[in-house]
């Protein structure tokens, strides 16, 4: 069965701290895994993706197959990073229970 | 940039009534899919939708629920006989299928549904 697991349900850091939301998955296949942030009072954006390996607004994500993980990191949070952040596993986006980060100043 | 546009963005019904959500999914986009949020919680998949036929439904979806693309560009959710646990935010999202894996899922703004 698919599943996605984030066990922080808050997080809370200090602007310009390292940030690391974490993001496991079970799937039986290979995996599609993305994150999704949602701004207060907006929709739901895609961030990033893991097949393009890219880094969006300072984010990266690196698929962990030994590990089954996705964690999301920054080397330097900002303000403007607080956000729900969600992973998402496979076409269907089946939605891990989100994480709500807080970047103080 | 071509957004997934939802209406109505608020509705409040009374237990029991029969609702309506739309949506009109991004135009050259081929699935299409309804989550739930109810307020502090997951964003839960309900259903997706391609070729004029359910392709995936989550338990969540029992018969109080339907999909139906009346014409080219509406997408629509109607929830039967509502009842309290069905306040939440709706969401419509669409996605091109194309690129085989990690195709990209465009979300609307959501419906929030109150029922009193």
Redesign the interface.
């Known amino acids: 069965a698919q599943r996605v697991t984030q066990p922080e349900k808050l997080l809370s850091v200090f602007k310009g701290a390292p940030v690391e939301l974490k993001c496991n998955y079970s799937y039986s296949g290979?995996p599609?895994l993305?994150w999704?942030v949602q701004y207060s009072r907006?929709?739901?954006?895609?961030l990033l993706?893991?097949?393009?390996r890219e880094s969006i607004k300072g984010f990266t994500a690196d698929l962990n197959k030994g590990e089954t993980s996705f964690h999301l990191k920054k080397p330097f949070a900002q303000e403007e990073d607080s956000a729900m952040y969600?992973c998402a596993l496979s076409?269907?986006?089946?939605?891990?229970?989100?994480t709500r980060l807080t970047v103080k100043p | 940039e071509p957004e997934v546009t939802q209406t109505p963005s608020h509705q409040v019904t009374q237990m029991g009534q029969e609702v309506i959500l739309r949506c009109v999914p991004i135009s050259n986009h081929l699935y299409f899919y309804w989550y739930r949020q109810i307020l502090g919680q997951k964003v839960e998949f309900l259903v997706s939708f391609y070729n004029n036929e359910i392709s995936e439904k989550s338990e969540i979806f029992d018969d109080q629920f339907s999909v139906e693309r009346p014409d080219g560009s509406n997408f629509t959710l109607k929830i039967r006989s509502t009842k309290l646990e069905d306040s939440a935010m709706y969401f419509c999202a669409s996605s091109d299928g194309t690129g085989g894996p990690g195709n990209t899922i465009y979300f609307g703004e959501g419906s929030w549904l109150t029922v009193v």
């Open positions: 290979s599609e993305f999704y907006q929709r739901l954006q895609l993706r893991h097949i393009s969600y076409v269907c986006m089946r939605f891990g229970a989100g």
